[in-house]
């Protein structure tokens, strides 16, 4: 069972407690806004874990307020799949299977192509500013040894693309495909070569994006989450090959 008034410390030595994520967002948001954003984020993070139970009187007690707030909170959470019921009516944080793993990255294939044709077409100096920093860092990173730090800035950077798209409804869809990416286990950095790989992928979307073209962007961010893709897979057993085959098998393609 969740228990949210526990601390525990990140890397930079900041509590990641529900508690101090809810005053966070309480800052600036509501308080059903506040406590989805404080549960999302530690179940993102991993804080929260899978199977772990979410029950309202606990987060309540814990954030001083009313359950109303947390009701809604997770009904929202349930509806983005978030949480899940159980057959006795509990809510749980749920699990990531590798079919949802592998939907997210047919989706984000998708979405990161249209981001970057988008950027190239929308972004601002500032913006492209922005992409160089993240992408000197992430060389930095790498060069470090740093690999969560690499993979944490290869988020930044897509992020930072999709938010040159200047289009709110892809960044809201890439958010919610990222949120779901990031409760999966390792990252696909940890395999030989595949960090510096997509540095350089990384570079020549940049280099289209400045170009301001459009087409061979979105392109090669299509290509890049493919490759992505394929690295992820390389990582699982053979649960996800096995998938692959069945679905072929149902689409009369094997």
């Not at 008034?5 to 509501?30: C, F, I, M, Y």
């Not at 944490?152 to 869809?173: G, K, P, Q, T, Y």
């Amino acid at each position: 069972m969740v228990t949210p008034t526990n601390e525990q410390d990140d890397p930079g030595g900041e509590t990641t407690s529900l508690a101090a994520r809810w005053k966070v967002h309480r800052s600036s948001a509501n308080a059903s806004e506040a406590v989805y954003l404080a549960l999302r984020d530690a179940i993102t993070a991993g804080t929260i874990k899978p199977g772990e139970h979410l029950g309202e009187p606990g987060i309540a007690e814990a954030l001083g307020i009313s359950r109303t707030p947390i009701r809604e909170a997770l009904l929202r959470l349930e509806t983005e799949r978030f949480v899940e019921r159980t057959a006795g009516r509990r809510l749980v944080v749920a699990e990531v299977s590798p079919e949802e793993v592998l939907d997210v990255y047919a989706v984000r294939e998708v979405l990161n192509g249209l981001a970057a044709r988008l950027a190239a077409e929308n972004a601002s100096t500032t913006d492209v500013i922005r992409l160089r920093r993240l992408h000197r860092e992430m060389k930095w990173a790498l060069d470090d040894g740093d690999i969560a730090r690499t993979a944490s800035l290869n988020f930044e950077f897509h992020d930072a693309v999709c938010a040159a798209s200047r289009n709110a409804f892809l960044v809201e869809m890439l958010r919610v495909a990222h949120d779901t990416h990031h409760r999966y286990p390792g990252s696909t950095f940890s395999l030989p070569d595949r960090a510096a790989g997509s540095i350089e992928e990384h570079e020549e979307i940049l280099q289209a994006i400045e170009a301001r073209d459009g087409q061979r962007a979105g392109e090669l961010a299509q290509r890049h989450t493919a490759k992505a893709r394929q690295a992820r897979i390389a990582m699982l057993d053979g649960t996800v090959e096995e998938l692959q085959r069945n679905r072929r098998a149902e689409e009369g393609t094997e």
